[in-house]
């Protein structure tokens, strides 16, 4: 019977995060794991606690850093399996070169590289259910816990033991005064890729005759890039323009001066933390209501909830009469980053003690 590692009396922490092993990890990340991942690592280093980071290379970390090179060109099956091994080999060595107290996983792929028994794992579960090809019940290492990041995403989840509480993602609520004098464009900030359905916000912009900025990343998968050449290229012209990946300060910047964020996803979203920084930069968000967008987003009061790209169109022409300030009130309420952080150390301190961390209440489906 295997036995989890319990933590020494050091009221230190030591955790590990690893990173989804095809895509760089920092506060300038396209992926809001790799964000939330930047900002946990940032967290316990100002704590005091010791921080490590596993990620692929090009990475960013507070902590100390290790990164593995990603393959080069497309990214296929036969290429994640070697990649897979590689990634495990250098998890295991980091956990018995550093002893971390947690080891935190947040790839998608996180069954491929579980480090072996002896250090409880944590696993967040960023993406939605079908987006994880494992089978949840037949995850029996032990000593090895999973959460959710919102309830919408929670109740799409089978019941499952080790099913945790959800922890709700934050972000930095840093402006406390709306932009008095707002661009006349819209933004579009999302990974390109088909269930981003990005194509409909370069439609929906050029309906309501504003001009749209496109940050984001095509990712090295075929279909990533299929998508982009066929649906989101064609649609581009001088007033819908792509800018690619964009860093932390731009991105805020624009969205502060932006008309509203558009986010015609057909994903469901586990939580958006793009439409979180939209409305903590008092700038509403106009979403079809995939998943937790439909939660987050309150319809006619920080932005409306649209069902095609004729209401999107509409939703952008509406955008002016939604008040910033209420953007701004509902994202300190609902999005605070502290609230995040601290909710993650309490569970890290659980873990690292061998406390059984209180299981909230799943849900009864099943997959």
């Given at each position: 019977?295997?036995?989890?590692?319990?933590?020494?009396?050091?009221?230190?922490?030591?955790?590990?995060?690893?990173?989804?092993?095809?895509?760089?990890?920092?506060?300038?990340?396209?992926g809001?794991?790799?964000?939330?991942?930047?900002?946990?690592?940032?967290?316990?280093?100002?704590?005091?606690?010791?921080?490590?980071?596993?990620?692929?290379?090009?990475?960013?970390?507070?902590?100390?850093?290790?990164?593995?090179?990603?393959p080069k060109?497309?990214?296929?099956?036969?290429v994640?399996?070697?990649h897979?091994?590689?990634?495990?080999?250098v998890?295991?060595?980091l956990?018995?070169?550093h002893?971390?107290?947690?080891?935190?996983?947040?790839?998608v792929?996180?069954?491929?590289?579980?480090?072996?028994?002896?250090?409880?794992?944590?696993?967040?579960?960023h993406?939605?259910?079908t987006?994880?090809?494992?089978?949840?019940?037949?995850?029996?290492?032990?000593?090895?816990?999973?959460?959710?990041?919102?309830?919408p995403?929670?109740?799409?989840?089978?019941?499952l033991p080790?099913?945790?509480?959800?922890?709700?993602?934050?972000?930095?609520?840093?402006?406390?005064?709306?932009?008095?004098h707002?661009?006349?464009?819209?933004?579009?900030?999302?990974?390109?890729?088909?269930?981003?359905n990005?194509?409909?916000?370069?439609?929906?912009?050029k309906?309501a005759?504003?001009?749209?900025?496109?940050?984001g990343?095509?990712?090295?998968y075929?279909?990533?890039?299929?998508y982009?050449?066929?649906?989101?290229?064609?649609?581009?012209?001088?007033?819908?323009?792509f800018?690619?990946?964009?860093?932390?300060?731009?991105?805020?910047?624009?969205?502060?001066?932006a008309?509203?964020?558009?986010?015609?996803?057909?994903?469901?979203?586990t939580?958006?933390?793009?439409?979180?920084?939209?409305?903590?930069?008092?700038?509403?968000?106009?979403?079809?209501?995939?998943?937790?967008?439909?939660?987050?987003?309150?319809?006619?009061?920080?932005?409306?909830l649209?069902?095609?790209?004729?209401?999107?169109?509409?939703?952008?022409?509406?955008?002016?009469?939604?008040?910033?300030?209420?953007?701004?009130?509902?994202?300190?309420?609902?999005?605070?980053l502290?609230?995040?952080?601290?909710?993650?150390?309490?569970?890290?301190?659980?873990?690292?003690?061998?406390?059984?961390t209180?299981?909230?209440?799943?849900?009864?489906?099943?997959?």
């Open positions: 019977m295997h036995r989890c590692r319990t933590g020494s009396p050091d009221t230190r922490l030591a955790v590990l995060n690893v990173a989804f092993p095809f895509a760089p990890a920092g506060p300038d990340a396209v809001g794991a790799e964000q939330i991942l930047s900002r946990l690592d940032h967290a316990l280093v100002e704590a005091g606690h010791r921080s490590f980071v596993l990620a692929a290379d090009g990475s960013r970390a507070r902590g100390v850093l290790t990164e593995l090179a990603r060109g497309l990214i296929d099956d036969s994640r399996v070697g897979y091994r590689r990634y495990a080999g998890l295991n060595a956990v018995r070169r002893r971390p107290d947690v080891v935190h996983l947040h790839g792929d996180f069954d491929r590289y579980l480090p072996d028994p002896g250090v409880p794992v944590l696993v967040t579960l993406l939605p259910y987006f994880y090809h494992v089978d949840f019940k037949a995850v029996t290492r032990p000593c090895t816990y999973l959460h959710c990041v919102s309830e995403q929670r109740a799409t989840f089978p019941a080790n099913l945790l509480p959800t922890i709700e993602n934050g972000v930095p609520l840093t402006v406390t005064t709306p932009c008095l707002r661009d006349a464009y819209v933004v579009c900030l999302s990974r390109i890729a088909p269930e981003k990005i194509h409909a916000a370069l439609e929906a912009a309906a005759g504003v001009p749209l900025l496109l940050g990343e095509v990712y090295p075929r279909e990533h890039q299929k982009f050449e066929e649906k989101v290229a064609p649609r581009l012209d001088e007033h819908r323009r800018l690619g990946p964009l860093d932390g300060a731009t991105k805020f910047s624009l969205l502060r001066r008309r509203c964020l558009l986010q015609p996803s057909l994903a469901a979203e939580s958006s933390l793009v439409a979180m920084e939209a409305l903590a930069s008092g700038t509403p968000v106009v979403a079809y209501p995939s998943g937790a967008l439909a939660t987050l987003i309150e319809h006619g009061h920080t932005g409306f649209v069902r095609n790209v004729e209401e999107m169109a509409e939703g952008i022409r509406r955008a002016g009469r939604i008040d910033p300030a209420a953007c701004l009130a509902a994202a300190a309420a609902r999005f605070d502290t609230r995040m952080i601290r909710r993650y150390f309490e569970t890290y301190t659980n873990l690292a003690n061998g406390m059984e209180p299981h909230g209440p799943a849900s009864d489906k099943d997959p």
